[in-house]
């Protein structure tokens, strides 16, 4: 049974390492790629009895010979990250035909994922698991979860448990719904996108809202967006759309990419490290127009050529 398999990993894992699997848990500032902004947040750090234990369990997550397939399927079918081959680039690309556009963002994701929620998750992927339920609740709990922050972040396995867990709780639901109004449905982890040839109406906003709160999990109203491509260009997950479908690194991103790149070659005060992570969204799109026999503008053109000559 799954909850005496973990136990006995753990054991193992404790006498192999010389430490129980666990997390450390620090702040950072984390800066938005997009807007600049930072903020300070909480992340977990595991050890590698931790690491370990995720990765087992994450393999047991994915693999069909412990789970219902079927099932598993249902529960990601509008899940767009943590995947194989899904990109923030492949998720916007799955709305570019549309027009207009309905942006949501949920507050405090991962807390609100409860470990009831993803024992009860596991319990659908493996109905065996049901006459376990308070032991993998209590497992979960252990390792898996922090009392105040919810869904430990950092945990190999984490993203995996809350496309599961949201799949089950919310994402179900929502898809009927926009299917009825047909309506084009993702979801990159906490960011949900909606979109259709027609208008998304107040109504139809309202109850996409009702159902997230009803699944326990709170939208950022501040972050919510509706957009209408013929009056402006929308952002989703990163990547811009434009009116006539071409995609784009947005505007303001573009500059501050282009300002570290000349930084990093003049001055050297910009490390390696962050000119990969900055240049990342905009490779996404340079290889897409590439595979498409696209062309870039000249403004992209020039800068794909400087991170090349920083690269050499």
């Known amino acids: 049974m799954l909850v005496e398999n973990l136990k006995s990993?753990?054991?193992?894992?404790?006498?192999?390492?010389?430490?129980?699997?666990?997390?450390?848990?620090?702040?950072?500032?984390?800066?938005?790629?997009?807007?600049?902004?930072?903020?300070r947040r909480i992340v977990f750090a595991p050890n590698n009895s931790m690491l370990h234990l995720q990765r087992e369990f994450?393999?047991?997550?994915?693999?069909?010979?412990?789970?219902?397939?079927?099932?598993?399927?249902?529960?990601?079918?509008?899940?767009?990250a943590a995947l194989p081959k899904s990109s923030p680039l492949n998720n916007a690309l799955i709305h570019r035909e549309n027009r207009f556009f309905y942006?949501?963002?949920?507050?405090?994701?991962y807390r609100s994922v409860l470990p009831s929620h993803v024992a009860d998750t596991l319990i659908a992927l493996d109905e065996k698991l049901a006459s376990q339920r308070e032991e993998l609740v209590a497992f979960l709990i252990q390792y898996f979860f922090h009392k105040e922050h919810g869904l430990v972040t950092g945990g190999p396995a984490s993203q995996d448990l809350f496309n599961l867990s949201v799949g089950s709780l919310l994402d179900g639901d929502i898809g009927d719904?926009?299917?009825?109004?047909?309506?084009?449905?993702?979801?990159y982890i906490d960011d949900l996108t909606f979109s259709s040839p027609n208008p998304i109406v107040a109504s139809t906003r309202r109850?996409?809202?009702?159902?997230?709160?009803?699944?326990?999990?709170?939208?950022?109203?501040?972050?919510?967006?509706?957009?209408?491509?013929?009056?402006?260009?929308?952002?989703?997950t990163g990547i811009g759309i434009a009116e006539d479908g071409r995609i784009f690194v947005p505007r303001a991103y573009f500059r501050r990419v282009r300002g570290a790149l000349n930084l990093?070659?003049?001055?050297?005060?910009?490390?390696?490290?962050?000119?990969?992570?900055?240049?990342?969204?905009?490779?996404?799109?340079?290889?897409?127009?590439?595979?498409?026999?696209?062309?870039?503008?000249?403004?992209?053109?020039?800068?794909?050529?400087?991170?090349?000559?920083y690269q050499r």
Not at 215 to 228: E, L, P, R, T
């Open 9 to 39: 990993l753990v054991a193992q894992l404790e006498r192999e390492y010389g430490e129980s699997p666990r997390f450390t848990m620090f702040p950072i500032r984390d800066e938005n790629p997009l807007s600049g902004h930072t903020k």
């Open 58 to 80: 994450l393999g047991h997550l994915r693999s069909p010979m412990h789970v219902n397939e079927q099932i598993r399927s249902q529960f990601l079918r509008y899940a767009t």
């Open 264 to 309: 990093a070659m003049r001055k050297g005060e910009v490390s390696s490290a962050k000119i990969q992570g900055m240049m990342s969204l905009f490779l996404y799109i340079a290889q897409f127009y590439k595979d498409n026999g696209l062309e870039l503008n000249q403004t992209e053109k020039k800068l794909l050529n400087t991170y090349h000559s």
């Open 207 to 236: 109850k996409i809202r009702i159902l997230a709160d009803q699944a326990g999990f709170i939208i950022n109203h501040w972050k919510s967006d509706c957009v209408d491509l013929t009056k402006r260009p929308v952002v989703v």
């Open 177 to 187: 719904l926009c299917e009825e109004f047909g309506i084009t449905y993702t979801r």
């Open 103 to 109: 942006l949501v963002d949920f507050r405090h994701a």
